[in-house]
């Protein structure tokens, strides 16, 4: 069984400013997929972020980036330029890969960061 | 399209009695996912559908929780002499595709007094 562990509750960070929150897993799969999900206070979950564990390149998304370390089982997202908007609850989130390469949508989360951008 | 909604949003019953939660996914996708989320935690997963059919079922659904699909379009979720530990988010996902990213709904909350 995989898990997954975000090891900071709450964190916070003044607007403009670049933070990074930190995602360890473990698991004995070396085919897989890592996510970071946003949610909002009250609105649902929302894609951030996606890597696929056998592409060594670290996946980028306009201010959101990955940090991924396969042999340390580490996968940190760093938010650039921080936004009001960006306020939310971040989970990381694992996929196993199935045969074939295909997937579907069963996914281990870790137990969530709450992050807090201050103007 | 407006994505996936749940219904109803939030739910209040007494220990004992049954409740029975609705998800409409984005009509395109094939795949629909329940999860329970507890407060201050991630999202568990509870089971899945491709189309019609129960593909997978967690532990975690004990016998007093069942799914269905009928038509492979909204599913429900019906849980029966609801107890306290049942207190959740109970979230509703779709996707298609090889590896799709889900699409979550905003969530049923059920209080059990």
């Known amino acids: 069984a995989q898990t997954v562990t975000q090891s900071q509750p709450e964190m916070s960070v003044q607007e403009a400013e670049t933070v990074t929150l930190s995602c360890t897993y473990d698991t004995s799969e070396n085919n897989y997929y890592l996510f970071w999900y946003k949610q909002p206070p009250s609105r649902q979950m929302i894609l951030v972020i996606r890597q696929e564990a056998y592409k060594q390149q670290n996946a980028t998304e306009n201010r959101f980036s990955v940090n991924f370390q396969k042999a340390a089982k580490s996968f940190s997202l760093k938010i650039s330029d921080s936004q009001l908007g960006d306020t939310a609850m971040y989970f990381c989130?694992?996929?196993?890969?199935?045969?074939?390469?295909?997937?579907?949508?069963?996914?281990?989360f870790g137990q969530g960061t709450i992050l807090t951008v201050h103007p | 399209d407006t994505g996936v909604s749940q219904d109803p949003r939030h739910k209040i019953t007494k220990r004992g009695q049954n409740v029975t939660f609705r998800c409409d996914p984005i009509s395109e996708h094939n795949r629909l996912y329940w999860y329970r989320q507890t407060l201050g935690q991630g999202p568990e997963f509870l089971t899945y559908f491709q189309n019609e059919a129960q593909l997978e079922k967690s532990r975690l659904l004990s016998d007093r929780f069942s799914a269905e699909r009928p038509k492979g379009s909204f599913s429900t979720l019906e849980i029966q002499r609801t107890e306290q530990g049942d207190s959740a988010m109970y979230l509703c996902?779709?996707?298609?595709?090889?590896?799709?990213?889900?699409?979550f709904g905003e969530g049923s909350r059920l209080t059990v007094l």
């Open positions: 996902a779709s996707n298609w595709g090889v590896v799709g990213e889900l699409f």
């Open positions: 989130a694992f996929m196993k890969q199935r045969a074939g390469g295909t997937s579907y949508g069963k996914l281990t």
